[in-house]
């Protein structure tokens, strides 16, 4: 560890005070807090690692590819926030834990206002390659009320591990939104989950090849929760037994979001008499939700 003189660090400090002053007359008290947090932790960093000049230069060349390759269908801030566990962190610090309300995952960088809704056990993947899968589950509240009318949003990727915006034909697949029944139970068909990786032919996925990360997540399936009065709960479910439940790339797994999708033969009976050809898999997925903040 670099020992700094005290005059040096009497300086470092100096400046950082002076900095942090600066925002003396902000009339927002939040955004206040805000900016000071910022940089007394922003120079907290500099100073602990000793930052030179061309590390910070090139720490400002990648934001800035980082903006050149952000589009409005892919977001390269969001996957260096996930990546570096910053979204997750968010998230558990908005979502904390109310009696046995399900938790909360990152939203990723693919969700789509405006997909397209579909009946009770309708299916989402509209073409989208994949194994069937069925998906069934209740909404509930913390005492264990049904909820009905509960909006889930729910999208992910298909076999080729790519989600409908990242094709070049403007398809909507494997995403849509439906509603829970008067007893607060929802039920669909989509696609078994597998692992993909995140688009890593970025200056993030750079990032991860140069210190030794996968961008592999594990297999998952994407909800959005909305009702009225409740907080709004956005998460996955992943696949038991995946080999990359210890490793996601933005850490988004959490061992209450682990469910079993139970393989079904060819043959077997599925639970609305639909006709599968070939192999599928069922999953059942009850969600809690918790009381929207006062």
Not at 35 to 45: D, K, Q, T
Not at 76 to 83: A, G, K, V, Y
Request: some cysteine; charged content about 25%.
């Amino acid at each position: 560890m670099t020992t700094v003189p005290a005059q040096q660090q009497d300086r470092e400090e100096r400046l950082t005070e002076l900095v942090v002053r600066s925002f003396d007359a902000c009339a927002n008290p939040r955004l206040q807090r805000l900016m000071v947090g910022l940089v007394r932790h922003l120079h907290a960093y500099i100073r602990e690692v000793r930052l030179t000049e061309a590390e910070w230069a090139e720490a400002i060349d990648f934001l800035t590819r980082c903006g050149h390759i952000t589009t409005d269908k892919r977001q390269e801030f969001i996957l260096l926030s996930d990546t570096l566990g910053a979204s997750m962190q968010t998230i558990a610090v908005n979502n904390e834990a109310y009696g046995e309300a399900t938790e909360a995952s990152v939203v990723g960088p693919f969700f789509v206002e405006g997909s397209p809704e579909v009946p009770l056990g309708g299916d989402i993947s509209n073409g989208a390659a994949g194994e069937a899968c069925w998906v069934e589950g209740s909404v509930r509240d913390t005492e264990g009320r049904p909820l009905p009318g509960v909006l889930i949003e729910v999208w992910e990727a298909d076999e080729d591990g790519r989600y409908d915006v990242q094709y070049d034909d403007d398809r909507t697949a494997a995403r849509a939104h439906l509603y829970t029944d008067d007893d607060g139970n929802y039920r669909f068909w989509g696609i078994t989950p597998t692992p993909y990786p995140i688009p890593h032919d970025g200056p993030v996925g750079t990032m991860l090849e140069t210190v030794g990360r996968s961008p592999l997540r594990a297999s998952h399936l994407h909800f959005m929760v909305v009702h009225e009065g409740y907080r709004t709960l956005v998460t996955h479910i992943f696949v038991q037994g995946d080999p990359l439940l210890d490793s996601d790339a933005v850490f988004g797994v959490k061992e209450s979001l682990v469910q079993h999708f139970q393989q079904q033969p060819d043959g077997t009976p599925t639970p609305d008499g639909r006709k599968v050809d070939g192999t599928w898999s069922a999953v059942r997925f009850d969600i809690v939700l918790a009381p929207a903040r006062t």
